[in-house]
């Protein structure tokens, strides 16, 4: 009895675990982007993505996907490092840059149309959804091609070079290619005219549900792994074999991946091996940055073009 009351507690927190968190932070977001009298509301977002953090940092400890992936592979300083610079210090240094680079083209659409393209008159949360179909659009090729194009497979290699899945491994990607992701995430936004209370909430949503994509916790989506692109999805992304990593490749939606054939879920296999098929691949921040324009030390065109990746 006491066996299955605990798979019972056990099983209703994972279908709940992600939409309770996802609520909570957008709906505080929500509340703050309301009350709020700051000229840079979207910086309130910084701790609902830090409480955020801890939670499911917590909960892969009380509830993990695989008890092994909570040991550590030397691995936490790495992706800390990543964290700070890819994911905190680029973004605030090329969100000017695109202000600046698109503002012409922002004032002259609003010129054409009025005094920008956004809907801002309808509901906060249509708005959020409207954003988060239109980057990931662009999000999805620049992915898929990051697995296509074998100059962005060497940089995005990087974001699968972890041997386990844990949130903080969300962070690990090459400066450059961050870069080339933040386009899509940022441009439309500035060019339409987005206001600062949706973008608040679209920044939560991205960073929360990026942790969450990334964690080592026991979820179950349900019917809502047709529309989120969860962890569920998500693992069979960083798997070694390229008939299962070249799929889900949706930043938070799996609507794309629906629409072009890319979309993967065996519902009865488990995730084996993750990771790449170079064991020499380097582990330190510098040589990850390094990586890339070094042939010798990492082979991507060896990894992507080997047999073995298609084997079962």
């Not at 450059?176 to 209370?197: H, M, Q, S």
């Not at 019917?223 to 490749?249: A, C, D, P, Q």
Request: glycine share 6%; charged share 15%; with cysteine.
């Amino acid at each position: 009895m006491k066996t299955l009351k605990t798979n019972f507690l056990k099983e209703f927190a994972a279908r709940l675990v992600f939409p309770v968190v996802m609520g909570l932070g957008l709906g505080v977001g929500f509340f703050l982007s309301r009350s709020s009298e700051s000229e840079n509301i979207i910086a309130l977002g910084s701790p609902i993505v830090l409480a955020a953090l801890v939670i499911i940092g917590i909960l892969e400890r009380l509830m993990p996907y695989k008890s092994e992936w909570n040991k550590s592979h030397n691995d936490v300083g790495n992706d800390t490092i990543h964290l700070f610079i890819t994911q905190i210090l680029i973004g605030r240094i090329m969100q000017p840059f695109w202000i600046f680079v698109f503002a012409g083209l922002t004032s002259y659409l609003a010129s054409q149309y009025g005094s920008d393209i956004w809907p801002h008159e309808i509901n906060l949360f249509l708005q959020l959804f409207l954003a988060l179909l239109i980057a990931e659009f662009g999000r999805y090729w620049v992915h898929r091609w990051a697995h296509e194009i074998p100059w962005l497979w060497r940089l995005h290699a990087i974001h699968h070079s972890p041997k386990r899945l844990y949130f903080l491994n969300a962070a690990r990607f090459h400066p450059i290619e961050k870069i080339i992701f933040l386009i899509p995430e940022t441009v439309p936004f500035i060019i339409l005219g987005a206001n600062a209370e949706c973008l608040l909430l679209y920044a939560i949503f991205n960073s929360i549900h990026g942790l969450f994509q990334h964690s080592n916790i026991y979820i179950k989506m349900g019917w809502l792994n047709y529309i989120f692109s969860l962890t569920e999805l998500h693992r069979w992304h960083h798997s070694k074999k390229v008939g299962e990593s070249n799929s889900n490749y949706g930043n938070n939606l799996i609507v794309w991946d629906l629409i072009f054939g890319t979309f993967y879920w065996p519902k009865k296999k488990l995730v084996k091996e993750i990771g790449l098929l170079n064991p020499e691949y380097p582990e330190g921040y510098l040589s990850q940055l390094k990586a890339p324009f070094l042939g010798d030390i990492d082979k991507p065109d060896d990894y992507y073009n080997s047999p073995e990746r298609y084997a079962d």
